[in-house]
């Protein structure tokens, strides 16, 4: 009998939902609680102090040290009375994680030998982590160690309470090395906020408004994950080492019957949903949605739309916060985008838009026509930007585990497209088949603008067209949602990317419509000409039908749109010399932290693999093969048995079907095991890693779907008292 499988089952079975009390009826009375947020540093800090940090978070300017040490002490202070006992600099390597290193406000005074709480400028400013111990790319030599890790002002620090009753400051922070490469994802992602702020400012400045003076990209992350009990995920070895289930028979009920979309939230679910969000909000997470998803045991949490920056510390956070507050629970939360085959996986959908310090969504239609010709500016742009620039996005996205996900159950293919609906597709297509700038029309006065056709778009097209959930990137009437990011996934990597291809076509647009107002065009006729060329340029790059269909891989081939299936193949764009020159001249990556950055993602991908591949070898022959020749030896007998006592053969003759069965598929199992484990040796003896992240996602990768099948076949056959890993029904329908 399989002992673990039917304890876990039993804890299980036997579980009630944790109860969950509310801090006070609103939540505006302890939202951002525990966080140093801009009113406690109003509170704490002197004018003169709040000044220099509020210009510092505005402009990226530096903190002197007089202000810094007087920050330090009211941060000391305030965290100290909220009962941190340590603090650390919370950062995000390129391990996929955050990471900290806590250090205690004790101290001895030496003077006296007595014990004092102190913290600095200089620790709150800095600190050293081990920068060779971090994923670098070749940057730092294992003996060369020293690292730093900065404050960010412009992200408020908070106090992570521990299950131990006591809690930490955490500084979010950048982390470089010593000889100033960044090793993580929020440096670039800082410098290329800043780089569209300058483009989109230099081009709303010169073309439509002078009263803006900063362009901040927005980001509302939906984060879709899956929750299991605590025992049974114990129970299954792949998901503990792989995150994923590598075996696995489809239940005979799965997500067909689409009754858990919005269905009513499972009590025990619910309790942990109640207490992660309490949790969030008092950490200055906006969040506000949650629900069931498609599949069964799959639910998304989704925030107010915040600075880009800010959301992507917030959703790092949020992934942390809640695997800590699951184990309260007796819950696992599985971020991997792929860990049951045959339902949906999970993505991380990334709303993104442009926002002014005036208060204008960028990517709004507005009422006032000469207002939609400036969103029409930043919508084409976009557009044009992700039609030339697709592969960047498409390498932004690329991981092992979204490997699984793209292109299968409802997540996009791995063809970037962009969806626009019918409102804006037909726009666009009126300004295509203009004939000429003769047929727009100028009224002028004190609202000049084109009557063209742009002065008929709605304001609100939210609901004016359809969504498409096989849209990699799609409009959605007031930003875009680029869909194919995973849901284990950094926001901040496809943002860089994101930001700065929009960035870079947005000072090339300036710089088009300049040349043209050169000519002595009108303004308003210029930036057309320079729109309608970028519309028929980017045509190729939009797609309103079906992304899963064999006829747009056909169609997107003619129009000569790439199809990245592997991530090796969508990770190599970072090493194509036009990425290198784009993110270089920008002063996003240098050129070594670009290879540096490539050779990071390859390695990931190569060790997820081979994980998934010792886990996939150890579980068949260990688990598998040794339960089905145990349960084919118990066959065995039993036919024995019948023709012992003269049984007539044709009423055993099912059982010895079973008994070769049973024989044909281990022996597959053992087979495709040994060629699985040779490919993995041959692979490890590449030296070259692009070429080693090739055969993993080609040979070895390539045994898994064989030997799962196999196993899952077997799965059916064997009795379910000695099957020893608990089956999809029970994974996914226990809550």
């Known amino acids: 009998m399989a002992i673990t499988r039917f ?29 140093f947020s801009d009113e406690v540093m109003r509170s704490l800090l002197s004018p003169e102090a709040y000044l220099k940090i509020n210009t510092a978070i505005q402009t990226g300017s530096k903190i002197d040290r007089d202000a810094a040490d007087e920050v330090a002490a009211a941060m000391k202070s305030w965290a100290i009375s909220k009962g941190a006992t340590h603090y650390t600099h919370w950062f995000q390597p390129l391990t996929g994680t955050t990471a900290e290193k806590h250090d205690s406000f004790f101290d001895i005074d030496l003077s006296n030998g007595k014990a004092v709480e102190k913290f600095k400028g200089s620790a709150l400013v800095q600190q050293e982590p081990d920068a060779s111990s971090f994923p ?13 890790t900065g404050w960010d002002p412009s992200s408020p620090a908070f106090i992570m309470e521990n299950a131990a009753g006591t809690a930490t400051l955490c500084i979010p922070s950048v982390f470089v090395s010593y ?44 984060q879709e994950y899956f929750v299991v009990d605590e025992a049974l995920f114990n129970a299954r070895p792949d998901l503990v080492m792989a995150g994923r289930t590598v075996f696995g028979h489809a239940p005979a009920k799965g ?79 599985l971020f991997h985008e792929k860990p049951f085959a045959g339902i949906n996986g999970s993505g991380k959908h990334n709303n993104w838009a442009l926002a002014t310090d005036t208060g204008i969504n960028l990517l709004a239609p507005s009422s006032k026509p000469k207002e939609n010709l400036r969103f029409l500016t930043f919508f084409v742009n976009t557009l044009k930007a992700v039609h030339d620039r697709a592969d960047l996005l498409r ?22 497209s962009a969806f626009l609906g019918s409102t804006m597709s037909q726009v666009l297509d009126d300004m295509e088949n203009m004939d000429g700038l003769d047929e727009i029309q100028l009224e002028k006065g004190d609202n000049v603008y084109l ?82 060329r970028y519309v028929k340029e980017s045509k190729n790059i939009r797609f309103e039908g079906n992304g899963y269909s064999d006829e747009w891989v056909e169609e997107a081939a003619r129009r000569g749109l790439s199809n990245l299936k592997t991530t090796p ?119 070259d890693l692009e070429e080693r992240a090739v055969l993993y996602s080609t040979k070895v990768k390539g045994f898994f ?31």
């Open 395 to 416: 390498a932004s996205i690329a991981s092992a585990g979204n490997e699984h996900r793209l292109g299968a159950n409802e997540a996009p293919p791995a063809i970037v």
């Open 7 to 35: 304890k876990a089952l039993e804890l299980a079975q036997s579980r009630t939902g944790t109860p969950v009390k509310l801090p006070t009826e609103k939540v505006s009375d302890y939202y951002g609680s525990m966080t």
């Open 179 to 222: 000889t100033g490469e960044a090793l993580d994802y929020k440096t670039p992602l800082l410098k290329s906020i800043e780089l569209v702020d300058k483009a989109a400012t230099a081009v709303i400045k010169e073309f439509f408004n002078r009263d803006v003076s900063k362009v901040i990209p927005t980001l509302g992350a939906e």
């Open 451 to 532: 009557k063209l056709g742009i002065n008929k778009i709605p304001s609100l097209i939210l609901d004016n067209t359809d969504r498409n959930r096989t849209s990699p990137f799609a409009f959605t009437g007031n930003k875009f949602e680029f869909r194919a990011v995973g849901s284990s996934a950094n926001s901040a990597a496809p943002m860089t990317v994101l930001n700065t291809i929009v960035a870079d076509q947005l000072i090339k647009f300036r710089k088009e419509v300049e040349e043209v107002l050169e000519k002595g065009v009108k303004k308003e006729l210029a930036i057309m000409e320079v729109l309608k």
């Open 569 to 687: 193949e969508a990770l190599a764009v970072y090493a194509r010399p036009e990425s290198i020159e784009l993110f270089t001249k920008h002063g996003i990556y240098s050129k070594e932290e670009m290879h540096a950055r490539h050779e990071i993602e390859l390695e990931n991908y190569v060790k997820k693999i081979q994980i998934e591949s010792r886990v996939i070898g150890d579980m068949a022959i260990n688990h598998i093969v040794s339960t089905s020749l145990k349960y084919q030896t118990q066959l065995v007998e039993n036919v024995k048995g019948q023709k012992e006592i003269g049984i007539d053969p044709q009423y055993y003759a099912p059982t010895i079907e079973m008994i070769k069965k049973i024989s044909e598929y281990t022996s597959s199992i053992v087979r495709l095991q040994n060629g699985m484990t040779e490919a993995r040796k041959e692979a490890n003896n590449i030296e």
């Open 136 to 148: 670098n790319g070749g940057i730092r030599s294992t003996f060369e160690a020293r690292g730093y």
């Open 255 to 333: 997500q067909q019957l689409e009754d858990h979309y919005f269905g009513s939230i499972p009590n025990r679910v619910n309790a942990f949903m109640v207490d992660f969000e309490i949790e969030a909000l008092k950490l200055g997470m906006p969040v506000r949605t949650r629900h069931n998803e498609v599949a069964p045991a799959q639910f998304e949490v989704a925030p107010t739309f915040e600075e880009a920056n800010l959301a992507c510390d917030h959703n790092a956070l949020l992934m942390d916060l809640m695997s800590k507050v699951a184990s309260k629970h007796k819950f696992k939360v």
């Open 705 to 735: 779907e064989e030997i799962r099948y196999s196993v899952d076949k077997l799965e059916l056959i064997i009795d379910d008292d000695e099957w020893p890993l608990p089956k999809y029904r029970e994974l996914l329908l226990i809550k």
